[in-house]
Structures are given as C-alpha cells and as structure tokens.
C-alpha cells in the first residue's frame, strides 16, 4: 500500500476534514469544538460559521440517533459515519454518510423528496409549524434535523441513497454554504 | 421553592432560575441529543414556579448554539412565561445575540412570533 499516496489524495487542498468511522453521543459536542476551532482559525465570519457548525450538529446528530453501525463489522461500536468537509472559493461543502436499513431509506427519501419541493420559504413556514406543534421523537430529538440543514445551506444540497443489500442502504448528504 | 441550578457542559447550558428574584437564565450550548432527559426537568420546575411565581420573571437566553430538539423544549419555556405576562404578572423574555448576528436576531424573531409575546433581542 502506498500510504503517502493515500495521504495525498485525503489531504487535498481544500479538504479540511475527512473521517470515517463510528460515530457516539459524545462525538457531537467534540467534533463541533474542533470544526469550530478550524474555522475561527480560517476567519469564516461568525455567520457562514454558525451555518455550518448548525448543519453539523443535526447531521451528526440524526447519524448518531438513526445511522446504523458498520455492517461490515457488526461491532457495537456506534453508528458508522463518513464526514467529509472541502473548502471551495469561498463556500463550504459539507458531505455525510451512513448507514440505514431499507426500510427507513424508503421513508426518508419520501420525506427528502418532499421537503426538496417546498421553497425556502415555504420550507422555513414548515419548521416554524413543526416547531409549534412540539413534537418530539420517542429518542429525544424533534424530527427537524434535515429541514433545519437545508434552511441552513439555503437549499444548496443534494443526496443519494444507495442500495448496499437487502437489508441496508447508504444515505449520503451534501450541503454547501456560501459566504452570503 | 428551591432555584434550580445546573453547571454548563459540553452538550447542555448553565441553568440558574432563581424563584426568589424570578431572573431565569439559560446560557451556552445547548445539543443533547435527548432533549428530553435535560428540559423536562425545567419544564417540571417552571411548571411548579408558575404556581406562585415572584413579582416579575425575567427569561433569559445568552445562547451559543441549540439544536432543534432544544428550540421545541426552549418555546415551552417562553410559552409559560408568555401565558404568566398574559395573567398580569409581569413576564419578559430577553435573547442576547452577537451585535450582527443575523440568522440569530432572526431565530429571537422567530420565537417572539411562536410564543406570541414580545421578546427584548438584546446585543452583547
């Protein structure tokens, strides 16, 4: 294996992070410390940071509330994450990953396929109802997290769900945000 | 009634809500991930402070940042102190935010609309 090739093609220029592995409820608050950290050092002004560090945090933690673990090893080691962050002119990409099983790929790619209909607006008008209406999941979060990401990234996003076997599937998201 | 008081930690804010001088104050990060386990407990205890609340409350929010599952469990909050104001017995809710802070003057608009009550957005 040639390590320094690996290395070089991890550590492109614009590639600020790239990590894969499991992900746990205390990964949320260390990895938005160290992102933080990495884009006070880059001068992001205060509100293309907030954007991001925003998406971050529901990203992660709806992986954290809903991924599944790496199938491959079936270790009880957290749900497995694949968080990728590039720096392009002046906006940042923000690309995450992980496993679903079948079924809640059905269900989320109905509710992604939704939401990608409305407008900003529009969308903004359905998180303040959601909201109002108060619900929260039987795991504690409030259903929100992917509305609230694409708020966030104004819309600029795309995704893919990709079929791995009968049983799971790989959910990826992409989310850039711009300067403005 | 006791004032509940938390320390701040690397998921959820420093709480200190004093039912003496009716200052509540919520302050730094709020990204548990069950939101649940952390509010309900401040929800209980506004529940039981509204019984017999001091002669103003004051709701205070110098958040950094807060997750959607807290934005749910923070409007519940604003929402008792609302209906306490709505009863004449003296509610205010005040959200500190960064001087041009955008997208955060706007999330204090935003509670002020769901909660129905005017919210003091205060530069710090």
């Known amino acids: 294996m040639d390590y320094y090739q690996k290395y070089k093609e991890l550590n492109r220029e614009s590639n600020i992070l790239t990590y894969t592995g499991p992900l746990n409820c205390h990964d949320v608050a260390h990895w938005k410390e160290l992102i933080e950290r990495a884009l006070i050092l880059q001068r992001v002004e205060n509100k293309q940071r907030r ?12 992986i954290h509330l809903h991924g599944e673990p790496d199938i491959n090893i079936s ?8 968080l990728l962050m590039d720096k392009q002119e002046n906006s940042y990409v923000l690309i995450f990953g ?13 509710r992604l396929h939704r939401i990608g209909k409305l407008s900003l607006e529009e969308l903004k008008d359905h998180y303040m109802e959601m909201i109002e209406k ?8 409030a259903g929100l997290g992917l509305v ?9 996003s795309s995704y893919s769900i990709k079929s791995v076997n009968e049983e799971y599937a790989f959910f990826s998201l992409e989310l850039r945000v711009s300067e403005n | 009634m006791e004032n509940l008081i938390l320390d701040r930690t690397g ?17 730094g990060i709020s990204i548990p991930d069950d939101s649940t386990k952390f509010f309900q407990p401040l929800i209980n205890w506004m529940d039981a402070y509204v019984e017999n609340p001091a002669a103003s409350t ?4 110098k958040m950094e940042y807060f997750n959607t599952s807290s934005t749910v469990f923070m409007l519940r909050l604003m929402k008792r102190v609302a209906k306490l104001d709505q009863e004449g017995k003296k509610g ?25 009550m005017h919210i003091d957005l205060i530069s710090y």
């Open chain 1, 51 to 62: 954007r991001i560090i925003n998406i971050l945090i529901e990203a992660l933690q709806n």
């Open chain 1, 75 to 82: 270790a009880n080691a957290g749900s497995l994450c694949l």
């Open chain 1, 98 to 110: 992980n496993y679903v099983r079948t079924e809640s790929a059905k269900t989320l790619e109905d």
């Open chain 1, 134 to 141: 108060g619900e929260i999941t039987q795991k504690g979060g």
């Open chain 1, 148 to 156: 609230k990401m694409l708020l966030e990234s104004k819309k600029n």
């Open chain 2, 11 to 27: 998921y959820t804010p420093q709480v200190d809500f004093n039912a003496t001088t009716g200052i509540l104050e919520l302050k």
């Open chain 2, 58 to 61: 004051t709701l205070i929010f």
């Open chain 2, 92 to 116: 205010k809710i005040h959200w500190y935010h960064q001087p041009n802070d955008e997208d955060f003057i706007e999330a204090g608009k935003d509670f002020a609309v769901l909660a129905k």
